[in-house]
């Protein structure tokens, strides 16, 4: 299983872009790089998934470079309730058994 | 995307007794279901991993004799904290993959507290 490394914690503003990085340097070829947040007392929520280059949705937008061994997640103009966890998963689609790192803990300020 | 539902939100019972928590993929077949722990201000511990029809496969320091996990239909695991304890307390959380679900991913349920008193 492919192991990630993510910043421990970061601060932004509100109206600022955030950009999360992700370190997975032993990623196999049939995992997939996927995105959650994380609310106090919630379940993580499905954010974003990649394979490879560039993936954008309606809240985020997911960079992979051409080896795989990290990605970064942009999310764009933060608000107050972006406050959360986020966790950079390695999903291998072999059995989707996967653990979970440490998350960054994103803190918006007014 | 997909949806994942976890019941009880929220349960308390008393030291000794025991507990079950459902975890149900509303929209599509649950071919693999994961359970986590997780403590506070701490990150998700992946407990087991349960396949539908056969026994579930514990994460090493997992007391499977504990913790019973069931999967018995594609939508449908159930975990049960069997002579609770107090140091059982924690929020407990479902994942799930399998077929229909759009995308290569797992997707969560909302979570359950547990508390033992």
């Known amino acids: 299983l492919a192991k990630t490394t993510q910043p421990i914690s970061m601060d932004s503003y509100e109206g600022q872009e955030v950009n999360i990085t992700c370190s997975h340097n032993n990623i196999a070829t049939n995992d997939y790089i996927t995105w959650y947040q994380q609310f106090p007392s919630q379940g993580p929520r499905f954010i974003i998934q990649?394979?490879?280059t560039k993936v954008t949705n309606e809240v985020a937008s997911l960079f992979i470079p051409a080896d795989r061994k990290s990605s970064t997640l942009s999310l764009p103009r933060v608000s107050l309730s972006d406050t959360a966890v986020y966790y950079c998963?390695?999903?291998?689609?072999?059995?989707?058994?996967?653990?979970f790192g440490a998350g960054t803990r994103l803190f918006v300020k007014a | 995307g997909a949806v994942v539902s976890q019941h009880p939100s929220r349960v308390i019972c008393k030291s000794g007794t025991s507990v079950k928590i459902e975890c149900r993929s509303l929209?599509?077949?649950?071919?693999?279901m994961f359970w986590y722990r997780q403590f506070p201000k701490q990150s998700l511990m992946l407990m087991a991993t349960s396949n539908e029809g056969s026994k579930a496969t514990y994460e090493q320091g997992v007391e499977k004799d504990k913790f019973l996990i069931n999967h018995a239909s594609l939508t449908l695991s159930t975990l049960t904290v069997t002579s609770a304890h107090p140091e059982d307390s924690s929020f407990y959380i479902c994942?799930?993959?399998?077929?229909?679900?759009?995308?290569?991913?797992?997707?969560f349920g909302e979570g359950s507290w547990l508390t033992v008193v």
């Open positions: 990649g394979y490879k």
């Open positions: 998963l390695v999903i291998n689609t072999g059995g989707f058994k996967t653990i």
């Open positions: 929209d599509f077949q649950a071919t693999t």
């Open positions: 994942s799930a993959s399998g077929t229909g679900v759009s995308g290569n991913t797992i997707y």
